[in-house]
């Protein structure tokens, strides 16, 4: 299987994912949403020598884990991509802050504690929105933005993206193929050909655009859908978890609980 055909594929299941009828799944989007949305700004909002505190915020991706019924495996190998990247953000914080502190007895350099920090943030931050995503469906996840105003050009923007990304890689495979067939035994693309390549692409998903266009029109589009989530409406156990989450986020954000469970084992 090709990388474009792999990438599909992950696309599809992920698209499965979210249409389970799982608990997590009938959770109103717009709970988890603004969850996900509050879950990262408290990560972010850490002191960048703050691990011990940061450490505590590892509760909700372990409660989605299990709450959610989402392997652990294949969520970091869809993510062994964004992962690294985010990581690599912090690699180059000890050759800056060379100042040395001592952490837990242990003396070490203060941009060692700031590039780990800064790498929980990402990772927590990644992995919230893999949990929105693998547990809300676009459409549903489209409705919640239009529940909180988000511009309607927007929010469809992003849906028409998403589902359409698959027809582009699609093109993407067919291109290359056809290339791979005029060039046997030739590993990749040329550089040469690549604005060609890039060029070819942009007509034919203009084309494509076109015709979706059209199709949209003449099914009676007018500037705006009618998702899948407006059937959704919000229940008592939404709230529940709605503000048990938010609670737990303030209470693990105001209260180490690392340092605490340490210091009553010690």
Partial sequence: MSRIENAIHEIHKLDNMSDQDQWMN??????????TIGY??????????????????????????????IPVKSTFARLKVVLPLVCFIGLFNPFFDKTLVTFYGITVRAGVISM????????????????LIAT????????A????????IMVTQIMLTYRYIVLLLNEVGRMTAAYSLRAPGQKGIHFKVWGSLTGQLLLR???RATVVYESMTLRG????FTYIGEKDRFKRSDLV????????????RVCPVIVVVGGLFQ
Avoid: Q
Wanted: hydrophobic share 55%; proline share 3%; charged share 10%.
């Fill in 40 to 69: 990262i700004a408290l990560v972010v909002s850490f002191g960048k020598y703050d691990i011990m505190g940061l450490l505590g915020m590892a509760v909700y991706p372990i409660a989605m884990f299990i709450l959610g019924d």
């Fill in 136 to 143: 809300t469906s676009i459409e549903k996840l489209c409705y």
């Fill in 241 to 252: 978890y709605f503000v048990f989450f938010a609670g737990l986020f303030v209470f693990l």
């Fill in 145 to 152: 933005l239009r529940l909180l105003h988000v511009p309607k």
């Fill in 116 to 131: 780990v920090t800064l790498m929980l943030k990402g990772v927590f931050s990644v992995l919230a929105s893999y949990f």
């Fill in 26 to 35: 009938n959770v109103h989007p717009l709970v988890k949403l603004l969850l």
């Fill in 205 to 207: 998903s203009m084309d």
């Fill in 221 to 224: 589009y007018n500037g705006d």
